[in-house]
């Protein structure tokens, strides 16, 4: 894979820096901040990032420069993650946030590259087209971001081709290992357990990945936002999770009282004129057989008891009268009403603004008003679009500065490119253009 030692070392330094700090284009400097250090700082200099820890304990230690707390809470925030994705609601708008996320600019790009160097701007072109193949695993590796938090890559990598694939890793065997070098506080490593999950988040098997891959081995994309899941991300879906389980409780309810309580039932009266009160329920019941018969299954045995029925919601009422009342007659009983809809309506509304996606793209609302994109209905919406691609262009430039290192450009010529996706919405960039005419109007004037 590498040659000697020499460029091993030279890549696991460059990506345990913090920050890295580049002279891009003569005498332009220009710094990647990939594990987001200028925000939320190291992971043991943060004290918000072992919250979950206190949450179970009294005491705020961190094994393997990681929070306890939220190793124990991962496994079960997926679980619940992986229910929100079987909900038409969530899946929707994960869907959407990965297409907004990824369109295409005017000459038909997802991702455009550009580099002072033309060299570097070919070789990266190529790389992220034709290796990495944005226009198709992109929306993937985005949608699975925003659904767990976190995407972690395993590049496959060799020295003189670079960087030549990108190996998805499931969410619950990987283990992101900060402050394991009492000397530098910036290194970061992987640790992999396959035992921790059968398959991998996109449903193929890892087996013999039980191993520690360096930080400049592994892409980790990761919604950035709130410091109590430092060191990873926060699932877009986190603040509906509560109402999740909430809606889906009043919907289970709506659906039993309809299957059960709702229908109308046949009700049954016999006259049982002068017959002795012992002969009435003997008599009742040879009516009740002829009438229906709900045969029991022995699951023991494998046959039918039929002189056993079972009696449920769904059974008829038969009642005996006597005295005035001569007439054999069948009334219908009404089901009851349910008036929980109230309920379920608020709870949805609750939800669909904790997904923050606008109602008319999920076909709950009626307001398209012509508009050919999401977010030319909401401005809102399009900044969130963007913070998710700033997170994801991060990443790509990590990739790609390791592609350059692996190819053996020089330090100065790493850093010497810009990546772009496509704005979300062009309202936006209408605005900015406007605001930018009217400032220089202005100053003319």
Known sequence: MYPDKTIKSRLKALFSSGTIVRRSGGKTLKVSDFDAVAAFGTLQNNTL????????????????????????????????????????????????????????????????????????????????????????????????????????????????????????????????????????????????????VSTSAYGSPQKGLDTSLENFQVAHFRLIGDANFMPYGRSWLEPGRKVFKQYILLKDAAILHRVMRAPEKRVFYYNVGNLPSNEVEPFMQKQINQAKKAPLFDQKTGNYNLKYSMMNMLDDFHIPVRNNDTTTRIDTAKGLDYAGMDDIYFFQNELLAALGVPKAFLNYSDELNGKSTLSGLAMNFSKSIEKIQRVVIKQLEKMGQVHLAMLDYDDSDLANFKLKLTTPSTLVEQEKIALFLTSVDTKIE
């Open 49 to 196: 990032s072992d919250r979950f820890t206190r949450l179970y304990n009294n005491t705020s230690i961190n094994q393997n420069g990681s929070g306890v707390g939220i190793q124990v809470t991962r496994p079960q925030l997926y679980v619940d993650y992986e229910a929100m994705d079987t909900d038409a609601l969530c899946s929707k708008a994960l869907d959407i946030l990965s297409e907004e996320a990824t369109q295409k600019n005017e000459i038909g790009e997802v991702l455009s590259v550009r580099s002072s160097n033309e060299n570097i701007q070919a070789e990266l072109y190529n790389f992220y087209n034709n290796i990495l193949d944005i226009e198709s695993n992109l929306p993937a590796w985005i949608r699975n971001m925003c659904k767990y938090g976190d995407t972690f890559l395993a590049l496959d990598m060799e020295w003189g081709m670079g960087v030549y694939g990108a190996t998805p890793l499931s969410v619950y065997s990987v283990t992101r290992e900060e402050a394991l070098d009492a000397n530098n506080q910036n290194y970061i490593r992987f640790a992999i357990n396959s035992s921790a």
